[in-house]
Protein backbone atom coordinates (compact mmCIF):
# COMPACT_ATOMS: atom_id res chain seq x y z
CA UNK A 1 0.00 0.00 0.00
CA UNK A 2 1.24 3.50 -0.43
CA UNK A 3 1.71 5.61 2.15
CA UNK A 4 3.45 9.22 2.29
CA UNK A 5 5.24 10.97 4.87
CA UNK A 6 4.28 14.63 5.59
CA UNK A 7 6.65 17.07 7.18
CA UNK A 8 5.55 19.98 9.26
CA UNK A 9 7.79 23.28 9.50
CA UNK A 10 7.03 26.77 8.84
CA UNK A 11 8.28 29.40 6.92
CA UNK A 12 8.99 33.05 8.10
CA UNK A 13 10.01 35.78 5.75
CA UNK A 14 11.12 38.21 8.65
CA UNK A 15 12.62 37.62 12.20
CA UNK A 16 10.03 39.64 13.75
CA UNK A 17 7.72 37.54 12.80
CA UNK A 18 9.53 35.00 15.54
CA UNK A 19 9.56 34.68 18.87
CA UNK A 20 11.84 36.44 20.97
CA UNK A 21 13.46 33.52 22.35
CA UNK A 22 13.77 32.52 18.67
CA UNK A 23 14.92 35.60 17.47
CA UNK A 24 17.57 35.68 20.58
CA UNK A 25 19.08 31.73 19.31
CA UNK A 26 19.50 32.82 15.17
CA UNK A 27 21.03 36.04 16.59
CA UNK A 28 23.55 33.75 18.23
CA UNK A 29 24.04 31.52 15.34
CA UNK A 30 24.32 34.00 12.70
CA UNK A 31 27.47 36.06 15.13
CA UNK A 32 28.69 32.53 15.81
CA UNK A 33 30.00 32.45 12.31
CA UNK A 34 32.60 34.60 12.63
CA UNK A 35 33.89 31.69 14.81
CA UNK A 36 33.99 29.42 12.05
CA UNK A 37 36.95 27.97 10.76
CA UNK A 38 36.69 27.08 7.30
CA UNK A 39 39.66 27.88 4.97
CA UNK A 40 39.67 25.22 2.76
CA UNK A 41 35.58 25.31 2.10
CA UNK A 42 35.73 29.27 2.86
CA UNK A 43 31.88 28.21 3.64
CA UNK A 44 31.40 29.70 7.36
CA UNK A 45 28.81 28.12 9.56
CA UNK A 46 27.38 29.22 12.84
CA UNK A 47 24.81 26.90 15.17
CA UNK A 48 22.98 28.13 18.39
CA UNK A 49 21.82 25.41 20.60
CA UNK A 50 19.33 26.64 23.78
CA UNK A 51 19.39 23.87 26.10
CA UNK A 52 16.28 23.57 28.76
CA UNK A 53 17.91 25.64 31.50
CA UNK A 54 18.26 28.50 28.97
CA UNK A 55 22.24 28.46 28.24
CA UNK A 56 22.93 29.40 24.75
CA UNK A 57 25.85 27.05 23.51
CA UNK A 58 27.56 28.16 20.16
CA UNK A 59 29.10 26.13 17.63
CA UNK A 60 31.11 27.03 14.20
CA UNK A 61 32.55 24.60 11.89
CA UNK A 62 36.09 23.71 12.20
CA UNK A 63 38.04 22.55 9.15
CA UNK A 64 41.26 20.31 9.37
CA UNK A 65 43.96 19.98 6.18
CA UNK A 66 42.82 16.24 6.57
CA UNK A 67 39.08 16.92 5.21
CA UNK A 68 37.58 14.38 6.99
CA UNK A 69 39.32 15.41 10.31
CA UNK A 70 36.36 18.57 9.91
CA UNK A 71 33.60 19.09 11.81
CA UNK A 72 30.32 20.74 11.16
CA UNK A 73 28.92 23.56 13.43
CA UNK A 74 26.03 21.69 14.51
CA UNK A 75 28.08 18.85 16.17
CA UNK A 76 30.52 21.37 17.46
CA UNK A 77 27.47 23.18 19.50
CA UNK A 78 25.92 19.41 20.40
CA UNK A 79 28.86 17.90 21.78
CA UNK A 80 30.14 20.66 23.42
CA UNK A 81 26.84 21.31 25.64
CA UNK A 82 26.75 17.61 26.48
CA UNK A 83 30.17 17.74 27.88
CA UNK A 84 29.55 21.46 29.85
CA UNK A 85 26.42 20.48 30.45
CA UNK A 86 25.73 17.04 30.65
CA UNK A 87 22.62 15.80 31.19
CA UNK A 88 20.57 18.82 30.46
CA UNK A 89 18.10 18.70 27.71
CA UNK A 90 18.79 20.07 24.33
CA UNK A 91 15.67 21.49 23.17
CA UNK A 92 16.48 24.04 19.94
CA UNK A 93 19.12 24.46 17.44
CA UNK A 94 19.71 27.47 15.21
CA UNK A 95 21.85 27.50 12.19
CA UNK A 96 23.07 29.96 9.85
CA UNK A 97 25.69 29.64 7.36
CA UNK A 98 27.66 32.77 5.93
CA UNK A 99 30.08 33.32 2.96
CA UNK A 100 33.59 34.25 3.09
CA UNK A 101 32.70 37.65 3.29
CA UNK A 102 30.66 36.93 6.06
CA UNK A 103 27.32 37.89 4.06
CA UNK A 104 24.66 35.58 5.11
CA UNK A 105 23.44 33.33 2.52
CA UNK A 106 20.24 33.50 0.91
CA UNK A 107 19.18 30.32 1.13
CA UNK A 108 19.73 28.55 4.68
CA UNK A 109 21.88 25.96 5.09
CA UNK A 110 20.76 22.59 5.76
CA UNK A 111 22.36 20.22 8.08
CA UNK A 112 24.00 17.03 6.94
CA UNK A 113 22.79 13.51 7.40
CA UNK A 114 25.51 12.94 9.95
CA UNK A 115 24.43 15.77 11.89
CA UNK A 116 20.30 15.24 12.24
CA UNK A 117 21.60 11.63 13.22
CA UNK A 118 23.63 13.32 16.10
CA UNK A 119 20.59 15.61 17.11
CA UNK A 120 18.09 12.51 16.56
CA UNK A 121 20.39 11.00 19.55
CA UNK A 122 20.57 14.42 21.84
CA UNK A 123 16.50 14.89 20.94
CA UNK A 124 15.87 11.43 22.63
CA UNK A 125 18.13 11.66 25.41
CA UNK A 126 16.25 14.99 26.26
CA UNK A 127 13.13 13.18 26.36
CA UNK A 128 11.66 16.10 24.51
CA UNK A 129 11.76 17.51 20.88
CA UNK A 130 14.20 19.35 19.70
CA UNK A 131 13.44 21.86 17.03
CA UNK A 132 15.46 22.91 14.73
CA UNK A 133 16.03 26.78 13.07
CA UNK A 134 17.50 27.20 9.53
CA UNK A 135 18.13 30.75 8.64
CA UNK A 136 18.44 32.49 5.71
CA UNK A 137 18.81 35.58 4.25
CA UNK A 138 15.48 35.39 2.33
CA UNK A 139 13.70 33.04 4.49
CA UNK A 140 13.88 31.59 8.07
CA UNK A 141 12.42 27.88 7.96
CA UNK A 142 11.39 26.37 11.49
CA UNK A 143 10.89 22.37 11.96
CA UNK A 144 9.64 21.60 15.59
CA UNK A 145 11.20 18.02 15.80
CA UNK A 146 14.21 16.26 14.67
CA UNK A 147 12.14 13.56 12.98
CA UNK A 148 10.72 16.44 10.55
CA UNK A 149 14.28 16.32 8.92
CA UNK A 150 15.24 12.63 10.16
CA UNK A 151 11.82 10.39 9.58
CA UNK A 152 12.14 7.08 10.37
CA UNK A 153 15.15 8.03 12.33
CA UNK A 154 17.41 4.79 13.50
CA UNK A 155 17.27 4.11 16.92
CA UNK A 156 19.17 0.65 18.08
CA UNK A 157 18.60 0.88 21.91
N1 LIG B 1 28.85 22.35 7.27
C1 LIG B 1 28.36 22.61 8.51
O1 LIG B 1 29.06 23.09 9.40
N2 LIG B 1 27.05 22.33 8.72
C2 LIG B 1 26.19 21.88 7.79
O2 LIG B 1 25.04 21.67 8.09
C3 LIG B 1 26.65 21.61 6.43
C4 LIG B 1 28.10 21.78 6.20
C5 LIG B 1 30.26 22.69 7.03
C6 LIG B 1 31.18 21.54 6.80
C7 LIG B 1 32.29 22.20 6.04
O3 LIG B 1 33.18 22.82 6.95
C8 LIG B 1 31.61 23.29 5.25
O4 LIG B 1 30.35 23.49 5.87
C9 LIG B 1 31.40 22.98 3.78
O5 LIG B 1 30.77 21.78 3.62
Redesign the pocket.
Known amino acids: MDQRLLIDYQAFSSLSEMTSEDRELVEAAVDACKD ?1 Y ?1 P ?2 K ?1 R ?1 G ?1 ALRLANGVIVKG ?4 NAAFPS ?5 RTAMFAANVQYNGVPQVSIA ?1 A ?1 CGEDGKLIDQP ?4 GA ?1 RQVMAEYQKLGGRPMSIILHGASVTYKFNKVDDLLPLIFDSI
Open positions: SSYSFVAANQESLCAEIAASPCC
